[in-house]
């Protein structure tokens, strides 16, 4: 039973261009949702969260949007960039355990 | 500033053995995580460790341990290893002052189990 669901394995996005990823779950009682970025070889590094009392968060080119009521999340990237490509890991947090979706491998195109 | 840490990088063990992967947390971090993550899976949470103690664990059986040293670096044993077994090993960690949502991951340790 998947909690947290990515339902894009993967994403092409042209350079310059707007990367959105998308993230589902299925528990009301997640409180806190978080975005990290995988290299290969290198450990999931966090990028960008957002608490479940907000609807938008935003870091520099990282967007985060939250509904609620759809139980989606979202994360945008603009301008996407080369260095952007990796496997993107949505989570989410309630009762101190984090539970992580599948993950979506994002190729930012030249 | 050394971040987290993990050994060995790859281990090839069979079926039925005992393994120990190892962890050094962030500079002042005193809380470890451990995730298993199989190929084409996202991190599946393990236990967390906090003074020494297990706090929280995850849907694994018993055979998956560990242990938390003084120094706040851990340790995680799984026993009488399965095939299903072989994935990434993942360990994260925070501390004081950080939220605990926001873990550093280590690069992880590879483990085939033939």
């Known amino acids: 039973d998947q909690q947290v669901k990515q339902n894009s394995p993967s994403l092409r996005v042209q350079e310059g261009r707007i990367s959105i990823l998308n993230c589902d779950y299925t528990?009301?009682?997640?409180?806190?949702f978080l975005w990290y970025k995988k290299y290969p070889a290198e450990g999931p590094t966090f990028l960008i969260s957002?608490?479940?009392?907000?609807d938008k968060n935003e870091d520099g080119r990282f967007t985060v949007f939250l509904n609620k009521s759809a139980k989606h999340l979202s994360l945008h990237i603009v301008p996407s960039q080369p260095g952007d490509s990796a496997v993107y890991f949505c989570?989410?947090?309630?009762?101190?355990?984090?539970?992580f979706g599948k993950g979506t491998r994002l190729h930012i195109l030249p | 500033d050394a971040g987290v840490t993990q050994s060995p990088t790859h281990l090839i063990k069979t079926r039925g053995q005992q393994v120990t992967l190892r962890c050094s947390p962030k500079?002042?971090?005193?809380?470890v995580s451990w995730y298993q993550q199989a190929l084409g899976q996202g991190p599946q949470f393990i236990f967390q460790?906090?003074?020494?103690?297990?706090?929280q664990r995850g849907n694994f059986p018993d055979r998956f341990s560990g242990h938390q040293f003084p120094n706040y670096s851990s340790e995680l044993n799984v026993n009488a290893l399965l095939l299903g077994d072989s994935a990434l090993y993942l360990c994260?960690?925070?501390?004081?002052?950080?939220?605990?949502?926001?873990?550093?991951f280590g690069p992880g340790t590879r483990l085939t189990v033939l």
């Open positions: 957002i608490s479940s009392i907000k």
């Open positions: 500079s002042g971090h005193d809380t």
């Open positions: 528990n009301s009682m997640f409180d806190y």
């Open positions: 989570a989410a947090s309630g009762d101190d355990k984090i539970i």
């Open positions: 994260a960690s925070s501390g004081e002052g950080t939220s605990p949502y926001t873990q550093y």
């Open positions: 460790y906090y003074e020494e103690e297990e706090r």
